[in-house]
């Protein structure tokens, strides 16, 4: 199971079920635009400085299991995971923090 979790609790995205449709999904501030539609907290609050359409995941199926990669989707304020800016795709581990903008979630798997 894999989930994006505001750092500050105020909500979770789970991604199971939007892999099942696909396996990319585009995140960013863009209803129309995207997969899923982050918030910068629970009251709503649109984080500006999140692009439309700013990173996207990407579900693998490797030889024992399956992984999570994450890529820049040439946002103007660029992604960042664990503090390193991207600039090429990474496998996303448990505990990882994203930041787009001025919001951060963690991408957990159980």
Known sequence: MYR???????YEINLDAKFIDNRKIIVGRGRGNCD???VSNKDSFVDRLVSRK?????????WLNSYVSIKDFESKN??????????KAKTLSHGDVITCGQTSLRFVTA
């Open 4 to 10: 994006l979790m505001h750092l500050n609790g105020s």
């Open 36 to 38: 899923v539609s982050i």
């Open 54 to 62: 700013h990173f996207v995941l990407t579900l693998s199926s490797g």
């Open 78 to 87: 660029g992604t960042m995971v664990n503090g390193r800016l991207l600039n």
